[in-house]
C-alpha cells in the first residue's frame, strides 16, 4: 500500500489493494458515517460463502482528530488477529491518502486549536476567537464529553458519530489516550438535548473497550474549561471496576464533586456522623451494607422492587434492611423533610468510605 501511495496511487486503489489482500470488503467512512470510498473483495469461490463474519473498524486520525474510520469485512475465516494488524497499519497509509483529498480547512484547525486551548486553560478574546472561525457562538451552551480506552481496539470514529448526531456543532479531538469532544448546544433546550446525547451514547457504546463521561452543561465557551475540569474529577470518582462501555453522567456524581473539592472536610463529616452515625457504625461492627442499601433506595426513588433487583436481592430481605435502616435512623423518611438531608449524607457517606 505504501509503494501504491508513492506511485501515485489514490483512495481507491489504495482499498482496491486491500480488498484483494485480505480479502474483505472496504469501505471508508466520513465523521457522519457516510461512505467516501469502498472496495468490494474479488469473487471468488472462498469469498461466495453466505456466511457473515463481523466487521472491523478502525479510526482514521489525522493530527489529532479522527477523520474518517476504516470498515473490514472479511469475507473468510481467517487469522483475526492477522486481520486486526493489517487494518491498523492500513488506518495511517489510508490517512496520508485522505490528507490530499480532504485536506483541513481553516474551520477544522481552528476546532482543534479550540480544544488544545481549552485543554490548556487559555481564557479572553482569543478563545473566542477560536469559537467563532471553528463555525460556534462563544455563547452557546457547551458540553464535553471525555473518552479513555479500556484496554487494546479501542476506537473513536463511531463514538464521534453519536457526538455529532443532532449536535449544531462538536469537536473531537483524540491526544494519547484520551478522545476530548467539545459540542455546541442550543441555548433553549439544551438540558433536553444533552440528555438525548447521554442516552444515544449509552446505546450506542455497549461492550466497546472505553468509558466515556458526560460532562456538566457550560455557560458558554469561557466555561468549557471549568466544565472539561469537572468531567475529569467524575473520571476519578466514578465506582472502582467500571467496566467497558461504561457511559458516566457526570451530573449523577455533583455531590462527590462537591466533597472532593470542599475545603472542610470537617464538616462533612460532621453532616454525616450527625445524620447517619448509628447507621455506619452497626455496618462497621457487623460487616453490613446498610448504607450502600440505603443510599441505592433513595437513589431509586424509594423503589423498593428496583433496589433489590439491583442489588441482587429477595424482596423480603431487603425489607429486613429497611426496617433496621428505619431504627438507625429515627424512623421511615418518606413523606418527610428529611428525606433530601438524608440523601446527601447517604452518598457523602460512601464518597467518604471510597476515598
Not at 158 to 186: D, F, H, S
Request: proline share 4%; with cysteine; glycine share 10%.
Amino acid at each position: 500500500m505504501a509503494a501504491e501511495l508513492a506511485n501515485g496511487g489514490g483512495l481507491k486503489e489504495l482499498l482496491q489493494l486491500l480488498a484483494s489482500q485480505i480479502p474483505a470488503d472496504v469501505t471508508v467512512l466520513d465523521g457522519a458515517g457516510a461512505v467516501i470510498e469502498q472496495a468490494m473483495a474479488p469473487a471468488t469461490a472462498e469469498t461466495q460463502s453466505d456466511i457473515e463474519f463481523p466487521p472491523l473498524e478502525f479510526d482514521i486520525s489525522q493530527r489529532g482528530t479522527v477523520t474518517a474510520s476504516l470498515r473490514l469485512s472479511p469475507k473468510t475465516d481467517g487469522d483475526s488477529s492477522w486481520a486486526q494488524v493489517v487494518g491498523e497499519r492500513a488506518a495511517s497509509i489510508l490517512a496520508l491518502a485522505l490528507h490530499g483529498r480532504h485536506a483541513p480547512d481553516l474551520v477544522d484547525v481552528a476546532g482543534k486549536e479550540l480544544v488544545r486551548s481549552i485543554l490548556g486553560g487559555v481564557q479572553g478574546q482569543r478563545l473566542r476567537q477560536l469559537c467563532r472561525t471553528a463555525g460556534m457562538d462563544p455563547d452557546d451552551q457547551f458540553v464535553v464529553v471525555l473518552g479513555r480506552p479500556l484496554g487494546a481496539g479501542c476506537r473513536w470514529a463511531g463514538v464521534e458519530r453519536l457526538v455529532r448526531k443532532y449536535r449544531t456543532k462538536a469537536i473531537v479531538y483524540v491526544q494519547q489516550q484520551e478522545m476530548v469532544a467539545v459540542a455546541a448546544l442550543p441555548a433553549k433546550g439544551s438540558r433536553a438535548r444533552r440528555a438525548t446525547m447521554l442516552s444515544e451514547l449509552k446505546a450506542g457504546v455497549v461492550d466497546q473497550p472505553q468509558v466515556l463521561v458526560v460532562g456538566p452543561v457550560s455557560a458558554g465557551i469561557a466555561d468549557a474549561a471549568r466544565s472539561l475540569a469537572e468531567t475529569r474529577l467524575t473520571f476519578d470518582l466514578a465506582p472502582a471496576g467500571t467496566g467497558p462501555g461504561s457511559v458516566i453522567d457526570a451530573d449523577a456524581f455533583v455531590i462527590e464533586r462537591l466533597a472532593s473539592q470542599a475545603t472542610g472536610d470537617e464538616a462533612i463529616h460532621h453532616v454525616v456522623d450527625e445524620l447517619l452515625g448509628g447507621l455506619i457504625a452497626h455496618d462497621d461492627s457487623r460487616r453490613s451494607r446498610l448504607l450502600e442499601t440505603f443510599d441505592e433506595w433513595l437513589a431509586s426513588g424509594c423503589n423498593t422492587a428496583e433496589t433489590a433487583r439491583a442489588m441482587h436481592l429477595e424482596r423480603q430481605s431487603l425489607y429486613n434492611r429497611l426496617e433496621k435502616i428505619f431504627e438507625l435512623i429515627g424512623g421511615d423518611p418518606r413523606g418527610t423533610d428529611r428525606l433530601a438531608g438524608l440523601h446527601l449524607a447517604a452518598r457523602l457517606g460512601r464518597y467518604l468510605r471510597s476515598s
